[in-house]
């Protein structure tokens, strides 16, 4: 009982500050997700065993240059396509490898085009149209945090078929579909509320979250895995570390920035 009164505290404190960053203004958004991102880096870095100043200015120039300047399209484009590619790969060494190969080259490629260029796109979506909106990124962590929440609770209740159990043993079936179905549902109040878009569009997005979120937490899960630790961090208690709370939208980022990206031109 003790534990899960700490991990509602924590939860809600953390909550709490993202979206009064997120609703105060453009720029506390992003010192905020800098923040996070360097932070984050950190753990990432110790579970891949790499010892590295030069990636925290990768990080900071990134967000700097891709977020707040949003200088070039052309070049967003480039690091939207590299991102995919990576995560996709991720996604293969997931699903057929025993070990996610981390050779010196690649602990580079996937820190940068995984991790720091998941925080870019996290960013970028509330400016998918260069107009910054907060309702927007809040109702992706809502959908994020809708879907997390009920595939714990369901799949703790009444999973019975394991979805990945040599990679996470506690993950079910029926908590993924738990989740997707919680996160459907909220997406028509997310609709309800916002009135833009339409239901279809949120929708899609809360299926698009439900499925690429629980991928981002396997390639995690299979990181700490290799690494033979149980979190990433201590710095939420009852929760772990950053990574283990943002390990979702991290890899799922560049699909939920391409879908807007694809709304926008389609509409």
């Known amino acids: 009982m003790k534990e899960l009164l700490i991990r509602a505290l924590s939860g809600s404190i953390y909550v709490l500050i993202l979206l009064a960053a997120t609703f105060l203004s453009p720029i506390t958004f992003l010192i905020l997700f800098t923040l996070l991102g360097i932070v984050c880096l950190n753990e990432f870095l110790r579970l891949i065993h790499l010892k590295s100043i030069v990636v925290y200015a990768v990080l900071i120039l990134f967000i700097f240059l891709f977020s707040y300047l949003q200088f070039d399209f052309y070049a967003t484009k480039l690091l939207l396509v590299l991102t995919g590619f990576v995560n996709l790969f991720l996604l293969k060494d997931l699903l057929w490898v025993s070990m996610i190969p981390m050779f010196e080259k690649k602990k580079y490629i996937v820190t940068i085009l995984y991790l720091i260029s998941g925080f870019v796109f996290i960013t970028l979506i509330p400016f998918y149209n260069y107009e910054y909106s907060p309702y927007l990124i809040a109702a992706v962590f809502i959908l994020v945090w809708a879907n997390d929440i009920f595939a ?30 919680a996160a459907s549902i909220a997406s028509f109040f997310i609709f309800k509320y916002l009135a833009i878009f339409n239901p279809l569009f949120w929708l899609g997005l809360a299926i698009l979250i439900s499925l690429f979120g629980p991928i981002g937490d396997f390639v995690q899960s299979k990181f700490k895995r290799q690494a033979g630790v149980k979190d990433s961090g201590t710095l939420i208690p009852g929760h772990g570390g950053v990574y283990d709370r943002l390990d979702s939208v991290v890899f799922a980022s560049p699909f939920i920035y391409t879908y807007f990206i694809l709304a926008n031109y389609v509409s």
């Open 152 to 181: 714990f609770l369901i799949g703790k209740n009444f999973g019975k078929r394991k979805l990945l159990e040599r990679v996470s043993p506690n993950k079910t079936l029926e908590g993924f579909f738990g989740g997707m179905v």
